[in-house]
């Protein structure tokens, strides 16, 4: 069975000579040699932040008995999502830095996806989950424990990592049923699915509409979900007389109404926008803030605003 470069195999068909890719070829976020050793020493430092800050937050949750309450439940399955996501792309980018030919088996660039959108997408839900929970703190405080209970959190919690395993096969299934029939170099830093798309022999449009589709559906679900939430937040806090009462109210939203920004603003920008606007260039940079910014930040954010996670 005769081989093609770049590790594909060719394999006969019954209407034309094809060929399946065994791996992928990533060129990563530049070919600059000096370049290269100061992007290795900044994503360096921003991989130890993120596992530091991440780390703290669930260890200083599950340590501090002022802390065990649902809200901070969720906080601490948004960092142990940060860490796993940011952990499925960092390691091997840091290591690609030196290598000259940078490899990813099939099976490999398959695995990285998946994980990847499994921690993105819970992530998405959860920051929608912790918006319901800052509705029923604010606007039911008298109910909070007993809407907001251990089964109810688990329950959600639940949901929302089934939901991320969903929402991620359906991304890996529509990307990697397509077929690759030679070209093998990913230009990118890690398997992601525009560049993956750019590289299959077959009409992608199928497999984008869905993707899009999946990513509208359930992004505006979860947007839906904020916006109705904090309407009512917002519309609770402005019958608190005391200013000190609105302030602590608001404090408690900042937050997490920051990291919600953060988050949806990059990745929509990123799985949203026309086809036409795709940029190589513009599409790393991008995938450089949500993939390893944004975990780094959303534990320095909690603790800078938040009071209680501070003293703690």
Same mark, same amino acid.
């Given at each position: 069975?005769?081989?093609?470069?770049?590790?594909?195999?060719?394999?006969?068909?019954?209407?034309?000579?094809?060929?399946?890719?065994?791996?992928?070829?990533?060129?990563?976020?530049?070919?600059?040699?000096?370049?290269?050793?100061?992007? /290795?020493?900044? /994503?360096?430092?921003?991989?130890?932040?993120?596992?530091?800050?991440?780390?703290?937050?669930?260890?200083?949750?599950?340590?501090?008995?002022?802390?065990?309450?649902?809200?901070?439940? /969720?906080?601490?399955?948004?960092?142990?999502?940060?860490?796993?996501?940011?952990?499925?792309?960092?390691?091997?980018?840091?290591?690609?830095?030196?290598?000259?030919?940078?490899?990813?088996?099939?099976?490999?660039?398959?695995?990285?996806?998946?994980?990847?959108?499994?921690?993105?997408?819970?992530?998405?839900?959860?920051?929608?989950?912790?918006?319901?929970?800052?509705?029923?703190?604010?606007?039911?405080?008298?109910?909070?424990?007993?809407?907001?209970?251990?089964?109810?959190?688990?329950?959600?919690?639940?949901?929302?990592?089934?939901?991320?395993?969903?929402?991620?096969?359906?991304?890996?299934?529509?990307?990697?049923?397509?077929?690759?029939?030679?070209?093998?170099?990913?230009?990118?830093?890690?398997?992601?699915?525009?560049?993956?798309?750019?590289?299959?022999?077959?009409?992608?449009?199928?497999?984008?509409?869905?993707?899009?589709?999946?990513?509208?559906?359930?992004?505006?679900?979860?947007?839906?979900?904020?916006?109705?939430?904090?309407?009512?937040?917002?519309?609770?806090?402005?019958?608190?007389?005391?200013?000190?009462?609105?302030?602590?109210?608001?404090?408690?939203?900042?937050?997490?109404?920051?990291?919600?920004?953060?988050?949806?603003?990059?990745?929509? /920008?990123?799985?949203?926008?026309?086809?036409?606007?795709?940029?190589?260039?513009?599409?790393?940079?991008?995938?450089?803030?949500?993939?390893?910014?944004?975990?780094?930040?959303?534990?320095?954010?909690?603790?800078?605003?938040?009071?209680?996670?501070?003293?703690?």
């Amino acid at each position: 069975m005769p081989f093609l470069p770049g590790g594909a195999i060719q394999v006969p068909t019954l209407r034309n000579k094809s060929s399946i890719v065994r791996e992928f070829i990533i060129l990563g976020i530049t070919n600059d040699p000096d370049l290269q050793h100061v992007l /290795f020493i900044f /994503f360096l430092l921003i991989y130890i932040v993120t596992i530091l800050g991440n780390t703290s937050i669930l260890l200083t949750v599950l340590i501090s008995n002022d802390l065990h309450s649902p809200m901070y439940y /969720f906080l601490s399955n948004l960092s142990f999502s940060d860490l796993c996501y940011s952990t499925v792309v960092s390691p091997k980018m840091l290591y690609d830095f030196f290598l000259e030919s940078k490899v990813i088996s099939f099976v490999g660039c398959v695995l990285q996806l998946y994980f990847f959108a499994v921690f993105a997408s819970t992530e998405c839900y959860l920051l929608s989950t912790m918006a319901y929970d800052r509705y029923v703190a604010i606007c039911h405080p008298l109910l909070y424990v007993l809407i907001m209970n251990r089964s109810k959190c688990l329950t959600l919690t639940l949901i929302v990592y089934i939901g991320g395993f969903f929402t991620a096969g359906i991304h890996a299934s529509c990307t990697f049923m397509l077929p690759f029939c030679g070209p093998n170099v990913i230009n990118h830093f890690y398997c992601d699915i525009p560049p993956l798309m750019e590289l299959s022999c077959a009409d992608t449009y199928m497999s984008k509409t869905i993707i899009f589709g999946v990513v509208f559906c359930l992004g505006l679900l979860s947007v839906m979900v904020i916006l109705a939430s904090y309407i009512y937040i917002f519309f609770t806090i402005l019958t608190i007389h005391s200013s000190e009462g609105r302030h602590r109210a608001f404090s408690t939203c900042s937050s997490h109404l920051l990291c919600v920004a953060l988050f949806y603003g990059t990745v929509f /920008f990123m799985y949203l926008r026309p086809a036409s606007d795709y940029s190589v260039t513009q599409d790393k940079i991008v995938s450089v803030f949500y993939t390893m910014i944004i975990p780094m930040m959303n534990p320095i954010i909690y603790c800078l605003r938040n009071k209680e996670v501070k003293e703690a």
